[in-house]
């Protein structure tokens, strides 16, 4: 019984990431965007007030590749720099109301796909859908925890 489980959980992951992805990628080309520049995005929704050295220990790149990526973003109106309030001399990253809205957009988009599935189900497959999400949530929680990421509890 697991492995027929796990066999069906595992198709139905690689095809619903498999979509998401596609559809990202879409995304992505309508607004010119590669994968850098839209991990520089999400990174600094969740980091605003960056430094360029932050980013690019985040990403994992050189200083100067992060700074080539800040540029071309900052040209395209995604992004902007200012002088840290409490020393001048560095620099901090910021979203401009566009990066903000492409972020917004992303997100938005990112599980759209998961609502029209939701939209299709009956009252009777919505309610085991919801069981089992739940299920899902708490065992991924305990087994798989992450500091920085926290699903929200419901008191439904």
Request: aromatic fraction near 10%; avoid cysteine; glycine fraction near 4%.
């Amino acid at each position: 019984m697991q492995a027929e489980l796990s066999q069906f959980t595992t198709q139905w992951l690689e095809y619903a990431v498999r979509w998401s992805m596609r559809q990202q990628q879409r995304e992505m080309q309508i607004h010119g965007l590669s994968h850098a520049k839209l991990h520089t995005l999400f990174y600094l929704h969740y980091h605003p007030q960056s430094r360029l050295v932050d980013l690019a220990r985040y990403t994992g790149v050189s200083r100067a590749a992060s700074s080539q990526l800040v540029d071309g973003m900052e040209s395209q109106g995604l992004i902007s720099r200012a002088a840290d309030s409490s020393d001048r001399r560095i620099k901090t990253l910021a979203l401009t109301e566009k990066g903000q809205a492409l972020v917004l957009s992303f997100q938005t988009n990112r599980f759209k796909w998961l609502q029209l599935l939701i939209e299709s189900f009956t009252p009777e497959e919505a309610d085991a859908f919801k069981g089992m999400t739940e299920l899902l949530n708490r065992k991924v929680r305990e087994l798989f925890p992450d500091p920085d990421f926290e699903i929200e509890k419901t008191d439904n």
